[in-house]
């Protein structure tokens, strides 16, 4: 297992999947096999931003640190 961060993009222009940016996830940090297999985790746990946690667009996903078992470690939710 490896460790990825996924975090929100600031966007400047354009639609915003945290705008109101309440209510909605803005990062996690998840143990899973692939950065792919990350993305799907965090878009289980989608709140209002809805499924962009694979959409380069939106998000980005990089990997940490050494092996740990899957499951999220940290997420980053704004409630309103």
């Known amino acids: 297992m490896k460790l990825y961060i996924l975090k ?3 966007i400047k222009e354009g639609p915003d999947p945290w ?4 209510d909605c996830n803005h990062g ?3 143990s899973a096999e692939t950065e792919y297999q990350a ?3 965090a878009n289980t746990r989608a ?3 809805g ?7 939106f998000t980005t996903c990089q990997e940490l640190t050494p092996p740990l078992c899957a499951g999220i ?5 704004h409630a309103g």
Do not use: L
């Open 19 to 22: 705008s109101p940016p309440y």
């Open 73 to 77: 470690i940290m997420a980053d939710f």
């Open 47 to 49: 709140a209002y931003e």
């Open 39 to 41: 993305q799907r985790i």
């Open 51 to 57: 499924k962009v946690w694979d959409d380069p667009e």
């Open 28 to 30: 996690f940090i998840i």
């Open 8 to 10: 929100a993009i600031d």
